[in-house]
């Protein structure tokens, strides 16, 4: 058991790097450059609020798994913009060698699992692969064209892309989405995309949550993470822990979980556990979060914001199996940052050892105790070199 979770964790503290990698693309306030993890991130949400738009033959959740992963590559390869003059040959070489060498960290089951979902999203041969490239040509594009003040150089790479690029294929692939961003560039033809326009809002909306700071800081101590990239890392957490939980899981429910959950703090804020534990600050905190879900989930058409609420209710409540387990992920991943980038938060709020069981060891042991015998033993000789016992 705690060679396989070696592995595992050895291969998720390596995906924390993939944050470093910076795009072309600006988020939408424009503020700033996104990275890939965050990207990886929206892309996911991005084919769940899509899933109306897929063929009957798509497994959504499955195109979701294909999109958490298909950048990891760039840990190695990096990033390449449509834009730039490369050997694209060269880069396909060594983003398969970056492939096998990052899959490969997991146990060989899984490794061979995951492995096989990213050559299948890179030969987009499959409805699902199909599907996710569509997500991953359409949503650069409409977050450079919704942008609170785009670079005009990056409003014509939007031009030509969907003039003779790959996201030329959208006109038959997606028609809504290339109609759209043309009539965003002045250029409408009249083509009805009212299903789209419908769900734009809400995906625009959340990009906010690149700009939610949280307590906890990369893995390298650069910086602090912001929401959308945590729950980014939290979605491959769940993924690749899933077979320590203590119960039966819905492994793509707990998925859609952790895609959702954090969205309130765009408007509620985030709350860092160690720094908010007041019983009255925290049920004040609870309603700001009831109002944001009110307000965001609102945003979609009620045949999909209402279902969607209702995961981000059930992950709340922690009653469920799926939910407790969601919740152990959740409180587990700061816990292995802290102890990467020489203690971060526990440092920040001053945490002793028995602080850290009440307020994490509980929850994660509740929804996988084996995880967090493993985790604990990891991090007690930093708390005793600390003197936090």
Not at 317 to 337: G, T
Not at 355 to 370: E, M, W, Y
């Amino acid at each position: 058991m705690s060679g396989r979770l070696d592995a595992q964790f050895a291969f998720l503290l390596e995906a924390d790097k993939l944050r470093r990698i910076d795009r072309q693309n600006l988020i939408i306030d424009c503020s700033r450059r996104e990275n890939s993890a965050e990207h990886s991130w929206h892309l996911a949400l991005y084919a769940l609020v899509l899933a109306p738009f897929a063929a009957p033959e798509v497994d959504i959740l499955r195109a979701v798994r294909m999109l958490l992963l298909h950048d990891l590559v760039e840990i190695d390869a990096g990033d390449h913009p449509i834009t730039d003059k490369v050997d694209w040959d060269a880069v396909a070489q060594a983003e398969d060698a970056a492939a096998k060498r990052l899959f490969g960290l997991l146990p060989a089951d899984q490794g061979t699992d995951l492995l096989g979902l990213w050559q299948e999203f890179e030969a987009a041969e499959s409805p699902d692969a199909r599907f996710a490239k569509r997500v991953d040509h359409c949503q650069p594009i409409f977050q450079t064209l919704y942008g609170t003040n785009p670079l005009d150089w990056h409003v014509d790479v939007v031009r030509q892309n969907l003039n003779g690029g790959r996201a030329a294929a959208l006109e038959q692939d997606f028609p809504e989405a290339y109609h759209h961003a043309l009539a965003l560039l002045n250029e409408d033809t009249s083509f009805d995309c009212s299903r789209l326009t419908a769900r734009l809002p809400f995906l625009n909306e959340a990009d906010k949550l690149k700009l939610i700071t949280r307590a906890s800081k990369l893995g390298d101590g650069s910086r602090h993470e912001n929401s959308a990239e945590h729950s980014w890392h939290i979605m491959l957490y769940a993924w690749i822990l899933a077979e320590h939980s203590a119960g039966p899981l819905d492994v793509d429910r707990v998925l859609q979980m952790l895609l959702l959950h954090d969205l309130v703090e765009i408007d509620a804020g985030d709350a860092p556990i160690h720094g908010v534990t007041d019983p009255a600050a925290l049920a004040a905190l609870a309603a700001k979060e009831e109002a944001a879900a009110d307000r965001l989930f609102g945003l979609l058409p009620a045949d999909q914001g209402l279902p969607m609420r209702a995961i981000w209710e059930e992950f709340e409540a922690a009653e469920s199996a799926d939910a407790v387990f969601a919740k152990s992920i959740d409180r587990v991943q700061p816990v292995l940052l802290n102890l990467l980038n020489g203690g971060g938060s526990w440092v920040d709020y001053d945490v002793s050892l028995p602080q850290l069981d009440t307020r994490v060891g509980g929850k994660v042991s509740r929804g996988t105790p084996d995880v967090w015998t493993y985790v604990r033993a990891k991090i007690e000789p930093w708390f005793r070199a600390a003197g936090r016992l």
